[in-house]
């Protein structure tokens, strides 16, 4: 069965893409086949897997334009085990006035994935904002994987990003399920760190992961190289948690 999470945050900097390559890398080392879709015009997971975004012939915007393009076309083969994915670039930041009079325009990137059905996973990177880029990826997933970024204004935003997804979830996706909250960049030597654990557990309840993903600067320092946390610093504390969270979706899906 395959199954499809978008990891979306309309606020800028918690932990997407961090989340969205690093995530996907570990459930490829546990042989699941994954496909990474790359939403974000700034394209930050393409080249965090070391994909030369300006120099392929196709990209995501390919399939929300040109659409007579089989879906394989668009599809990269990364260095990490058993993780393809469809890359973006700036092109995309196009789309947003492009598909202003398409009609089913929330639905383009669903018809699409139609023909993905050989992945165990599909992740979508989101970009920060509530666009038409966004709406197209909850309407295409099975569930939403939350992250939010443990410091003083962690909150801040998230009724309205509970209201988007409730939205979608009436009228174009009734089966979208909040897959988890993911608490990223945790600093336990922090107080404040540790409210902001406690203050979103009261919110989002049993909904929180288990794991929690720790601020490691080798999580940081990765993308740089164009590598998961696991081809640069498969010790690191990153490595450790990120392996944990795949473990705990996997077994969430069984
Ligand atoms: N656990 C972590 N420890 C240390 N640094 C981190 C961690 N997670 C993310 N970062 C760093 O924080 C910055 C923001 O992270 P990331 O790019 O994953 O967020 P994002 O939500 O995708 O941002 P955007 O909204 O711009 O797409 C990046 O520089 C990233 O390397
Ligand atoms: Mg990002």
Redesign the pocket.
Known sequence: MMKAICVF?Q??????????VNLSAALGLKKKKVLVVDL?P?G?SSSGFGIDKNTLEHNVYDLFINDTLPISELIYKTESKNVDIIPSNTALSGVEVELINIADRESILKKALRDCKDYDYIIM?C??SLGILSINALTASDSVLI?IQSEYYALEGVSQLVETINLVKKSLNKKLEVEGVLI???DGRNNLSLEVVEEVKKYFKNKVFKTI?????R??EA?SYGESIFDYDEKSK?AIAYEKLAKEIIKNNK
């Open positions: 945050n606020k800028g900097g918690v932990g997407k893409t961090t989340t969205v974000d700034q930050n990177d970009p920060p992250p990223s960049m945790f993903i720790p601020r490691n600067v999580l940081a993308p990153g």
